[in-house]
């Protein structure tokens, strides 16, 4: 079973409040940089709330750890071993669908690695990623739609995406079975302070 989310977002909360700290930036200054809510950010570090993935994303952007530092703790090892199951929930669909972060790298050049479901109906939908990200993905069950800006792409079991992830895009399952497939996501440069303008999540 996947990390359950209070204890996911305790986790990361204590993680966003210590990378703060060792900036020795006040809420607000990280509220800025990061360009979210001073609210938001206290709500995060109290772990009073499961932000968003683009939340996530600005914040370990703004702190220059990238976004698979904000789930686990701090290691050096050679290998990091995830076991099934132990992977980190960090979308949930409202039939039941998730975006599990199963691995990842450290920065400055982040490479992360998703097991994603969505059931029948669902829809995930993403701001611009940082400039440079770019996005692999290969679905192994059902169908998935994954529109790019203006372009959409209908992909079957055993078909294939590379994408950039540096515009909005979704992924959508539009058939009555489940949708499962993997996800790449190479983020250049976390924390040079390059992430374009967007909406918030």
Do not use: C
């Not at 006040?26 to 939340?55: C, K």
Request: glycine share 10%.
């Amino acid at each position: 079973m996947t990390v359950d989310a209070e204890s996911l977002s305790a986790v990361i909360g204590s993680r966003v409040r210590h990378e703060r700290t060792k900036h020795g930036w006040t809420l607000d200054q990280l509220a800025e940089v990061a360009r979210v809510s001073r609210r938001m950010v206290v709500n995060v570090e109290q772990g009073a709330m499961n932000p968003s993935i683009g939340t996530l994303l600005r914040l370990s952007d703004a702190l220059g750890v990238g976004l698979p530092a904000l789930v686990e703790p701090p290691h050096r090892e050679r290998a990091r071993l995830t076991r099934a199951g132990d992977g980190a929930a960090l979308w949930k669909g409202s039939a039941g669908g998730q975006g599990v972060l199963v691995a990842g790298t450290e920065p400055p050049d982040v490479v992360e690695l998703w097991d994603w479901r969505l059931a029948p109906g669902e829809e995930h939908e993403s701001e611009a990623h940082s400039q440079g990200t770019r996005e692999l993905l290969q679905v192994h069950e059902g169908a998935l739609v994954v529109t790019v800006a203006d372009d959409a792409f209908t992909l079957a079991p055993g078909d294939a995406l590379a994408f950039m992830g540096d515009e909005e895009h979704s992924y959508s399952n539009p058939g009555d079975v489940l949708t499962r497939f993997s996800l790449t996501v190479y983020e250049p440069g976390v924390g040079s302070g390059h992430r374009v303008e967007t909406r918030h999540a």
